[in-house]
Every structure is written in structure tokens, then in C-alpha cells.
């Protein structure tokens, strides 16, 4: 396998894995979706995410989380439970993508990129979700999730047709969190010297 061959692998893992910090099933299913369809090749201790029983059972699960996250003060429950879960999803999903690398190698990458990528994804999403709360009462949380699904739904797929753009797109969405992250930081240090 090419050194292009291995980054692009190393690239789809991670995307998928950061896609897990919006939704953690979604990536899943879509992974699973493209296994099934010929368009994914899995590790092989990880065929079983290209099942039929596993594509169902993803189904399920990623419409059961889709629509809690609408469900008023169960979203914010869900954060803090997500964030462990997300990172353990981003750890799963890479090093069940990087199909050619040794085991020592995939599982660093996919511990350290993979669920580093899940959990920055997951903080910044429980970040934008508290503050929504926050100035909401809640009432803008549902336009979070949907910003959440469709964030989880197009890096899941975009990391398919181009991971290093997914990756891109990724690092954007990231930089962007970190600047409202400071401009709200900013506010409540100005508040708190007054």
C-alpha cells in the first residue's frame, strides 16, 4: 500500500471518528451502510460492523439518539454521557477504518486521532448546546440538533467521497467553536470585572 494510500485511510478514520462528537451512531451506520454496499472495507476484526444484524441494529440506535437529542433537558443529560461514549466511538470507528496499518500503529492513531477528533467534536458541541440553553431556556436546542445531525450525517459521508476535505471541514468547524468559545469567554471576564 502507498504512504498516500495509508494517510487517506488514516484521514477517512478520523473524519468518521470526529463525526461520532456530533452523533455518536451515525457514523456508525454509515460505515455500516458502506460496508454492506461494497463501499467500505473494515478491519478484520471489525467485519461484523458490515453485517446486516449490525446495519439494523445501528439503524435503530442512531434514531433513538436523533430524536432524544429533541427532547428538552434530556439533550443536555445526553452531553454529559456522550462525551466519554463519543470518544470511545471515535477509537472504534478509526481503527476500524485504517485497514492497513500494524495493530500498534492503528490502535495509537486511532486512540489518539480518533478519539481526540470524537471528544474535541463532542466538547464543542456540549459547549454550543449549554450556552444555547443558557440563552434559550432550551428553546434553540432543536436547531443544535439538527445542526448536529446534518454535521454528522455530511462528515460521515463527505469522509467517504474525500476524507481530507472531511478532515478540513472538520478543523473549520473546530476553529470556529474555539472562537465562540473565546468570544463568550471574553464577555464573562468583561462581566465578571465589573
Known sequence: ML??????SAALGVALAAAAGFRIFVPLLVMSI???TGHMSL???FA???TLPALSMLAVAAVIEVIAYYVPGLDNLLDMLAAPAAVIAGIV????AMTEFSPMLKWTLAIIAGGGAAGLTQGATTFIRAHST????G???PVIATAELAGAAAVSLLALAAPVIALVAIAVVLM?????FQKFRRKADGLDNR
Request: hydrophobic letters at 60%; charged letters at 15%.
Open 48 to 50: 461484523w460492523l458490515g
Open 43 to 45: 478491519g478484520e476484526s
Open 93 to 96: 470507528i478509526s481503527a476500524a
Open 34 to 36: 458502506a460496508a454492506n
Open 134 to 137: 443558557a440563552l434559550t431556556a
Open 3 to 8: 504512504d498516500a494510500d495509508l494517510a487517506l
Open 176 to 180: 470556529l467553536a474555539l472562537r465562540l
Open 139 to 141: 428553546i434553540g436546542n
